[in-house]
């Protein structure tokens, strides 16, 4: 999927295809010459004019509430609209690539990516604020774990190590989801099982990879609250749900041993999917069962669940849709033209719904 990260060395991660055929808009963004380099934390994104329309740039990540949008994309490229198909840039003060974005409302949203970013506004998505960066988590994670150590908390080392080696050296982990679950209750979660919470609407964080099932600090790719839970999805077909008793996400185990990039679902069923049209579907007190078949062998890159939960979509990368009338029970072919690599979906009521990918953001009615 386009903004997942491939396992690999810390000191570099290797970006998806669909990010890696798309960062060759970013010479027309730049601000500076190829020779003059400007921090993307503390360099404002790049207002396009003219034929530079940000809203057909390269977009990933997309989100909804109230018939307000926002996607967001490379080099802190941010595009809000009131209806969906009247979109304005944003004002951004960084150039960090963004992967992700949640509405809590109409007017509240959070966005993350690259370089441990999380950004807030409170105007629809008009302009937006720095609530973290790279410098906060070389700061906020090894220390919180160096303190529970010193205190006599042996059980912590093991943490306070994936922490050193997660925020050491000069490349800094993306968050590669954020969610608040309400007006103060957030989290974001990332590469190498990075994740932190908030409980003041994101002015301060903390570490919570002791507070998930996640022993092996597996790559954590997405966030999302289903019928009032919040799921995680992750790498070796783990997916976690926040027991909120216990203030921990709890992982549930499916037997897959590939990668999911994200779940949709509704009050009778979930379905997390990922690589080479991999699906998993798990209905209320019942185990995840094998895979079924979507009917495609192409990475699922997005899904969303229109008409009010009675119709679940899967996008593969490929700009195919696939559609479920029976709550995931079975999956059938959309037609839909023209082909767009599609990177994020969300629903906009009615049938309606947003994509996003390498050519921007699209408008679909219902079908």
Not at 93 to 115: C, F, I, T, Y
Not at 203 to 229: C, E, V, Y
Request: charged share 20%; with cysteine; glycine share 12%.
């Amino acid at each position: 999927m386009h903004r997942h990260f491939q396992r690999g060395w810390h000191g570099g991660l290797g970006l998806g295809s669909g990010t890696l055929l798309a960062a060759g808009m970013s010479a027309v963004l730049a601000a500076a010459s190829v020779n003059e380099f400007r921090d993307p934390l503390t360099t404002p994104s790049a207002t396009m004019h003219g034929a530079l329309r940000p809203e057909r740039e390269t977009l990933i990540g997309i989100a909804q509430a109230n018939g307000h949008a926002i996607a967001v994309g490379l080099r802190g490229l941010v595009v809000h609209s009131e209806d969906g198909s009247l979109w304005r840039q944003a004002r951004v003060p960084l150039q960090a690539d963004l992967v992700a974005v949640h509405m809590l409302d109409e007017r509240r949203a959070w966005a993350s990516g690259h370089d441990a970013t999380i950004l807030f506004s409170d105007d629809g998505g008009a302009t937006w604020q720095k609530q973290f960066d790279r410098h906060d988590a070389r700061q906020l994670f090894p220390s919180y774990y160096a303190r529970r150590v010193a205190a006599g908390n042996a059980e912590m080392r093991r943490f306070q190590e994936q922490a050193d080696l997660n925020t050491a050296g000069a490349v800094s982990l993306p968050f590669l989801g954020v969610l608040f679950d309400d007006a103060n209750t957030g989290f974001a979660v990332g590469s190498f099982g990075m994740i932190m919470a908030s409980k003041d609407g994101g002015r301060t964080w903390m570490p919570w990879l002791d507070r998930i099932d996640n022993d092996g600090f597996l790559n954590l790719n997405s966030i999302r609250k289903i019928h009032g839970q919040v799921y995680i999805t992750g790498e070796q077909g783990m997916v976690y749900r926040l027991d909120r008793r216990q203030n921990r996400f709890m992982r549930f185990s499916t037997g897959y041993h590939g990668t999911f990039f994200d779940i949709v679902g509704n009050a009778r069923c979930l379905i997390a999917f990922g690589l080479r049209g991999t699906a998993y579907r798990r209905r209320p007190a019942s185990r995840f069962p094998p895979t079924f078949d979507t009917g495609t062998e192409r990475t699922i890159a997005a899904g969303a669940v229109v008409d009010e939960g009675r119709r679940i979509l899967l996008f593969p990368e490929t700009g195919q849709v696939i559609q479920s009338r029976d709550d995931g029970a079975s999956f059938e072919a959309v037609p839909r033209q023209p082909a767009l690599q599609v990177y994020g979906a969300s629903s906009m009521g009615s049938g309606a719904y947003l994509i996003v990918g390498r050519d921007g953001v699209q408008a679909h009615a219902a079908q």
